[in-house]
């Protein structure tokens, strides 16, 4: 079975890189696609960022989701016609919707107030010192993680998600890594979905690839 790996469009492929290998000697074929390039250029942003992760799943199976890139499932298993997706600490599909649609109204104002330049910082400079450090106490892991991070512009923050839905009874498991996702995960539960909770923190698949690589499993031999 072929798993595509996605970052979130506000962090890079390196979030993969210690879990990565862990799958793939547990049997898998893992590819891990890297579009952070399709949000360099001119909008509209989700048709590039779709059709850069399109052009490097190579008939994919199941996608994994982590984190702002569950925004992207429903219109990338559109494109690719996958058997199944899997929802890591992600946000759920919102489609016809902004992204900041999807969160409170004060993170939307401090979001706002972090602009520059009509971009937001990188998602590090998002919280207060100590945040990141505390959820990534790896130096090393920490350097190679926030390297990746992009300055994304605003508008894509700004641009409806394609008008697109999951198809009826496509099947999809959610694994919980943080609390910060409880209602993604109250929500998947009350649409039938099989979901797992590893109450670590919203970067497991880095700080705890083993555990994260258990709970996946488990979820895959329930959905594909």
């Not at 919102?94 to 401090?110: I, L, N, Q, S, Y």
């Not at 998002?126 to 090393?140: K, Q």
């Not at 209602?183 to 690839?209: D, F, I, K």
Request: proline share 9%; net charge negative; with cysteine.
């Amino acid at each position: 079975m072929k798993l595509l790996l996605l970052h979130s469009p506000l962090t890079g492929p390196s979030v993969w890189q210690n879990l990565a290998p862990l799958l793939q000697a547990r049997g898998f074929d893992v590819l891990v696609p890297d579009y952070r390039d399709a949000l360099s250029g001119a909008p509209p942003y989700y048709p590039a960022i779709i059709q850069s992760i399109a052009a490097q799943a190579h008939e994919a199976d199941v996608p994994v989701a982590h984190s702002g890139a569950g925004a992207l499932v429903s219109a990338l298993v559109s494109a690719i016609s996958p058997r199944a997706v899997v929802f890591m600490d992600a946000l759920l599909p919102h489609p016809g919707k902004r992204w900041f649609d999807t969160v409170p109204e004060a993170m939307r104002v401090h979001l706002r107030g972090l602009e520059s330049g009509e971009h937001l910082p990188s998602w590090d400079r998002w919280w207060s010192t100590g945040t990141l450090e505390a959820m990534l106490p790896d130096i090393a892991l920490r350097k190679v993680f926030t390297a990746e991070l992009p300055s994304l512009p605003l508008g894509y923050f700004e641009e409806c998600a394609p008008d697109i839905s999951l198809p009826e009874k496509f099947p999809c498991a959610y694994l919980q890594l943080s609390s910060g996702y409880d209602t993604e995960v109250r929500e998947a539960q009350s649409l039938g979905w099989p979901t797992q909770r590893l109450t670590r923190n919203h970067l497991a698949m880095l700080t705890h690839p083993d555990e994260a690589a258990d709970e996946l499993c488990s979820l895959m031999q329930a959905i594909a």
